[in-house]
């Protein structure tokens, strides 16, 4: 019957089959530092380079969500008055609007009424309109860095300019998608005031009759 001695290799165990083993715990202590040793020296998010990086990275790894704290303010608050406008506009058309009308407008409504205000509405976007599938594309290494007050361009190697901001936290936000989630964001508020409209108006017609 073999002993385990307290070095937790078998008796048994030859010289190289001990050394294998000590190269493989090694390889694990290696494993787990590399990620900590990388994020040490990974370049702050309160500089263009390191958001840049940020946004790379959650491109590489299909998550548009990890890209929603690298846009800039404006496209952020954006994304949320999305979210809260189209679930608000489905509430009231829940409880207000008749059919055909009421089914018409909750199809229209649900995709972005189902979805987390914020990260999960620029997810919506950047899968409808291809913008993690078109960033992949075009993300290469940077060339340079150039920064003017409080806006910044990082240039690629590939001679691709990517626009950013800085943001009140000091941050800096990529400009890329602001002006069509400002624009959209800004759509859905309407959309909410007329749909209001709408079932005030249908309220009305049935407490007439």
Do not use: C
């Not at 385990?4 to 048994?12: C, E, M, N, V």
């Not at 990260?119 to 919506?124: E, K, L, Q």
């Amino acid at each position: 019957m073999s002993v385990t001695p307290k070095s937790g290799h078998p008796a048994s165990a030859t010289p190289k089959q001990r050394r294998l083993a000590r190269r493989g715990w090694l390889w694990l202590v290696l494993a787990a530092l590399v990620p900590i040793i990388a994020w040490r020296f990974y370049p702050t998010d309160k500089s263009p380079r390191g958001s840049y990086y940020r946004v790379v990275t959650a491109v590489n790894r299909g998550e548009p969500e990890a890209i929603f704290p690298y846009i800039e303010t404006e496209a952020q608050h954006a994304a949320f008055s999305i979210g809260r406008y189209t679930r608000q506009a489905k509430q009231v058309v829940e409880a207000s609007y008749p059919e055909p009308a009421r089914t018409e407008e909750l199809t229209r409504l649900a995709p972005l009424a189902e979805v987390l205000p914020g990260p999960g509405v620029f997810r919506w976007y950047a899968e409808r309109y291809g913008w993690v599938a078109r960033l992949r594309e075009d993300l290469s290494g940077v060339q340079s860095v150039e920064v003017e007050g409080d806006r910044a361009s990082i240039v690629t190697a590939r001679g691709t300019r990517y626009p950013f901001r800085r943001r009140d936290t000091g941050m800096w936000g990529l400009t890329l998608f602001t002006a069509r989630l400002v624009a959209d964001g800004k759509k859905a508020a309407r959309d909410f005031q007329q749909i209001e409209a709408a079932a005030a108006d249908y309220r009305a017609r049935t407490s007439v009759r």
